[in-house]
């Protein structure tokens, strides 16, 4: 893996020496895990003009949330500091060092604060801002990246799967939460991308809903949104059921709308699709319904090492699909004091060529009664 | 509880319109649930002049790591925003719109690409640094608070209790980190305080440890770092057990290190106390015992809405504790090859008057053999 993640900072050198910029300090963590791999919370990239690239950290582990190891990142060189020090600011202090006079960092990430210290440490070097070079960089994924999100999504299934074999009825949105959650690490998940949602009743497609202590109720709708992280790889699923066995006609009727959306959206992911062209694919056919306004600000956005990346899937997003692309789309509608219905799946861009669309999540998608 | 972040919000008004500022502009989640009680992710938080507080949001659900529901801010006004705008930039603007000449804004939290584009929605409004005004009135914490990580150590205590009865042999760090948050959750935390760490083995001792698919084996040390979150509250304890009827001298030797150097710490506690003295009785014991290179850069920290805020109980660390302030005390000792001890408990700073620090988390410091 250290030859991709050498490949990577290769990348990022060529096309920011380009546009002049001496040394590059990455901090923002995704950015960092991108470019070296598995790294401590704090570490901060040094990216030098040279390929003299260094690894700061304090692999700080009193806080617990820290990964304590140091990175997986065989052949460049780490630094471990001690005390307090800010490990930025000790990158901009060795890139100085290094003879650098211009010290680009990611001015979207470093606070006001920090960024006011770095600069006060390092009188006479001239910051500037690196921008979202690295997150452009992230956006089309290799095939790497996509094998670690199909089998975050494989896991994803499975987790899912084994919850519908099992009763529902009577139990909490906590207690099935959590269940979930744990069948994703048994099969191999390093933990959850994000806080599985599980929704029942009223609460039943609310968008990210914290599970509560309700419990699953006969003629229920429920919504349940979980997914896998595998090598830092994130992904998601969305799946609405009824419970019982006979759905109520507001229920089908609501399910086949949301599906239609959702399926016009998938339809639509093709390469040079704009951004918001994927959003309204869904949004139309939601309005048409009158259920415009239940829709959230966007239909779906990237994923990858983060849960939500770029590009974002809404109304005023500019750009287009590239191949080689994950997204979700995640429609949904939900009808105050009545509940509602989500279906997300994430799909990789493809040209027809390539067969279209790839499917990740693969759980179906018919209205099971359960 | 609505009045007791009224309370909050006009004690903050009041210190802050000394310094001359006229409006406040709230954005660090930590700091805005303190002030308004739980809100969503992305809310910000306008405090006025006059009391006319507004927290905004889009209760933008999309992104499933929101809270998606509106604050529970009982008399108060909220604004739902819609599109992708920065509520903070929204905030801004409607101080402007209230006759504020001067905002202060939290630096130390936004990024320098947020405030720039913040400073450019607001033209002819002087931005200023709000500091850490809100987390130095989060340090002491009142009772209601104290009540809170009461529970929440209760909790924690509960939980490891029930796992120190189950079979431990041939289990894998990784299921007994999620049986242990399964059981907080049983027993009413909203959630883990911050990621369960299981070490067993060469692992145990190191703090952070991430869990792995190593078994618990014969004649391992068993390390476990966990923590009940509840009603937003965080506490922390580590205990370190020995697996088998005998633990061996080298054991025995290092775990009486380890508990001598955080009986130390404890004992430290109370009202005026330098936090780095804390510190210092810590690190004095190890240091004797040619163990000073193994503690990390810090012996504890206050906890609270975060599971590590202020105080910093580390040498360099500037201040003295006062009473009410929760505190961790958290020395540990990791040697390479072999393994390690950590003692872990979260105590609150009371005089001596008072009945000295008040132990929290309650669960033996025996060295248990398992």
Do not use: C, F, M, W
């Given at each position: 893996m250290s030859e991709v993640h050498a490949a990577r900072r290769s990348r990022l050198r060529a096309r920011c020496s380009a546009a002049g910029s001496t040394a590059l300090v990455?901090?923002?963590?995704?950015?960092?895990?991108?470019?070296?791999?598995?790294?401590?919370?704090?570490?901060?990239?040094?990216?030098?003009?040279?390929?003299?690239?260094?690894l700061l950290s304090h692999w700080e582990a009193a806080d617990a949330i820290a990964d304590p190891r140091p990175a997986d990142a065989e052949g460049m060189r780490t630094e471990v500091l001690h005390g307090e020090s800010d490990p930025a600011t000790a990158a901009v202090a060795m890139a100085m060092k290094a003879g650098a006079d211009a010290v680009a960092v990611e001015e979207h990430h470093l606070t006001v604060s920090r960024h006011r210290a770095l600069a006060a440490g390092a009188p006479g070097v001239?910051?500037?801002?690196?921008?979202?070079?690295?997150?452009?960089?992230?956006?089309?994924?290799?095939?790497?990246?996509?094998?670690?999100?199909?089998?975050?999504?494989?896991?994803?299934?499975?987790?899912?799967?084994?919850?519908?074999?099992?009763?529902?009825?009577?139990?909490?949105?906590?207690?099935?939460?959590?269940?979930?959650?744990?069948?994703?690490?048994?099969?191999?998940?390093?933990?959850?991308?994000f806080p599985t949602s599980v929704a029942t009743g009223t609460h039943s497609g609310v968008a990210g809903h914290r599970p509560t202590d309700r419990r699953v109720e006969e003629g229920d709708f429920l919504s349940v949104c979980l997914g896998a992280r595998f090598r830092g790889y994130r992904c998601r699923i969305g799946r609405t059921f009824v419970i019982g066995s006979s759905p109520a006609d507001w229920q089908i009727e609501l399910y086949d709308l949301v599906f239609s959306a959702q399926r016009a959206a998938?339809?639509?992911?093709?390469?040079?699709?704009?951004?918001r062209a994927v959003d309204r694919a869904a949004r139309t056919v939601l309005e048409a319904a009158g259920h415009g306004s239940a829709l959230g600000p966007a239909t779906g956005h990237g994923v990858g090492l983060e849960i939500g990346e770029d590009p974002r899937l809404s109304p005023a997003a500019m750009g287009r699909l590239g191949p080689c692309v994950p997204v979700t789309v995640e429609p949904g509608v939900h009808l105050p004091g009545r509940g509602g219905v989500r279906i997300d799946d994430t799909l990789v861009v493809r040209s027809p060529a390539d067969g279209g669309p790839e499917l990740l999540t693969i759980t179906t998608k018919e209205l099971l009664a359960l």
């Open positions: 990455v901090s923002r963590p995704a950015n960092v895990r991108y470019l070296v791999g598995a790294a401590p919370a704090d570490a901060v990239l040094l990216v030098g003009r040279l390929g003299d690239d260094v001239r910051l500037t801002d690196l921008g979202r070079a690295v997150e452009d960089q992230r956006l089309v994924k290799d095939e790497d990246e996509i094998s670690s999100l199909r089998i975050a999504a494989e896991i994803t299934d499975r987790a899912l799967g084994e919850l519908l074999e099992s009763i529902l009825v009577g139990r909490t949105e906590r207690h099935l939460a959590l269940e979930l959650e744990r069948r994703l690490v048994d099969h191999g998940a390093d933990g959850p991308a998938r339809e639509s992911l093709e390469p040079g699709t704009e951004y």
